[in-house]
Each structure stands twice: as C-alpha cells, then as structure tokens.
C-alpha cells in the first residue's frame, strides 16, 4: 500500500471540505513510495523522527506544523537561511520519511476527532457532552466525580505524559464540571451579542465558569481576561480554577486515538504506532 494510498483512505474517513486549501498537505518525503509502516504523532520533532525511523516507518501523519510557520508549507521559504530546518530536512531525507499534516479535517470531524481522543485517553468520553448553547467551539463539560483540584492535576499529567502544569486555583478546592474550551485569543471567533455587535469569545468563555463549570481547561492563553477573571474568583474565595496545559499537550492524546482509527483503516496490513511528541517545558522551581 503507497503512503498516498493511506492518506486518501484517511480523507474519506473524514467528512468532505468542499474548496479547501488549508494546511492539510503533504511536508515532506515521497506519496508514492510503498508504506514500510505508520507513526502518528502530534508534531513532527526531531526525535519523533528519528524514533519513526528506527521502526522502519516511512508515513508520519502529524497535526500540527512541521517547519514553524503558521502556514506550514512544505519548506522554508524566508529569506534568511534557518540551520534547524535544514538539519531537520537533511534527516527527513536520509530517513526517507514522509510527512501529511491532518489538522483542519481531524477538527472538522463530527465528533471532533482530536478531542475524542483526549476525552478517551483521559477516561472522560462517557462524561462529556457538548454545549451548544454556550457559542464557545471545542466545548466540551465534563461532570466529574468529586476529586479535588490537586487530584485533577495529576490525573492530567500522568495520562498525558507532562513534566508539570500551571493552574489558577486552591489545591484543595472540590471539582466537579470542568469544561474543556477553545482558545482564549482576544477576538470574538465570529460571535455576536443580541444586538448584532461583537460578542468577545472570552466574555462567553467567563459565562460558563459563571453558571456551569468549576474548572476550564483552555488551549492558548493570554493572560489578561479569562485567566485575570479567574484569579480574582479564587481572591475573593469563590470555587474557581483553570488548569494551563499548553495547547501542545492538551491535544496529544487525538493523535494516539488516531493510531487506533487510522490502524482500522488500513484492516492492520501496516503496522501503525503511536509516538508522543512529548512535553517541550521543564519546570524550574523557586
């Protein structure tokens, strides 16, 4: 089976986009070369390469960028020479690996497919629901059974392999709904008040923590609306908290969910492994 073979099998799986032209695409190596085995990973180090090639793998099917751009062409087309890229290109090539990015269609699936596999990798799809009501994508509430923040924490780090965490809140506060939310940028995503004007998606995002979730776990942070929102609860001893994961790792366990589905799509005739990217911060402490 060719790794161009595979990818259309993944993008039949998934639902159509009609006229699409984002960043799902192939980054590097050759779609027509017979697949001498599948890694998933959630992004494209150097390390996940270079343990993909000691499996014999020649398929990476990855989620987020592999040459640190936004629009995460297949290449570096600055004009300035980038010594990290071109090593990383060099071993791409010696390893004969190739690269299709799965990002744009993984979260047009219907259930999302990345937060499927986060909801399963951390015991949690069978306590999940979506909220619509809410405006707020990649919404999910999660009604737990009481543990304490602390507790929570360290739930999340072990399934998800983290070196530490950063959160707003008392340790031993009682959880019970957390609410898994999009990314708290300061623009409104589209959103609208009643009356037509711009509705600021982290305004939203502070309703929920109003009237329905003890904790939010966000992807992207900034500092000074939600997370400030928070910070001021917890001051004032209310039952308030988020939990900073890092966009990175809140999204690591999709792609080893992924192993499971892409492995069904191929009926098992190439071997598919699931390689976590790892957590990228170590933690210094006072």
């Known amino acids: 089976m060719k790794n161009r073979e595979i990818v259309e099998k993944i993008l039949s799986y998934h639902p159509h986009i009609p006229n699409y032209h984002g960043c799902d695409s192939w980054k590097a190596g050759d779609p027509e070369a017979e697949c001498t085995g599948i890694v998933t990973a959630l992004v494209p180090t150097v390390n996940v390469i270079r343990k993909a090639r000691a499996l014999g793998a020649n398929l990476l099917i990855v989620h987020e960028p592999t040459f640190y751009t936004s629009q995460d ?21 010696k390893s004969g690996i190739a690269i299709w990015r ?15 596999g986060v909801l399963k990798g ?15 994508y990649a919404h999910y509430l999660v009604n737990l059974p009481e543990m304490t923040l602390e507790a929570l924490c360290h739930h999340l780090m072990h399934a998800i392999g983290m070196n530490g965490l950063r959160y707003i809140g008392k340790p031993d506060m009682p959880v019970r709904t957390v609410a898994l939310v ?4 300061p623009e409104d995503h589209g959103l609208k008040h009643r009356d037509g004007s711009p509705a600021e998606y982290s305004v939203q995002v502070i309703k929920v923590l109003e009237e329905q979730a003890d904790v939010i776990i966000p992807g992207e942070v900034i500092d000074w609306t939600v997370l400030s929102y928070v910070r001021d609860a917890v001051q004032q001893g209310r039952n308030k908290a988020a939990i900073n994961l890092g966009h990175l790792n809140w999204e690591e366990l999709g792609m080893q969910y992924a192993a499971e589905w892409i492995g069904r799509l191929v009926d098992r005739q190439v071997n598919v492994t699931y390689i976590p990217s790892e957590d990228m911060y170590q933690f210094l402490l006072p």
Not at 73 to 93: C, H, I, M, S, T
Not at 104 to 116: G, K, L
Not at 182 to 185: I, K, T, Y
């Open 73 to 93: 062409g297949p290449g570096w087309f600055e004009d300035f020479p980038n010594r990290v890229y071109a090593e990383k290109r060099q071993l791409l090539e």
């Open 102 to 116: 799965d990002h744009d269609h993984m979260h047009f699936h219907q259930p999302d497919s990345i937060f499927t």
């Open 122 to 136: 951390l015991g949690w799809e069978d306590r999940a629901h979506v909220d619509h009501s809410t405006g707020c």
């Open 182 to 185: 999009g990314h708290l940028f």
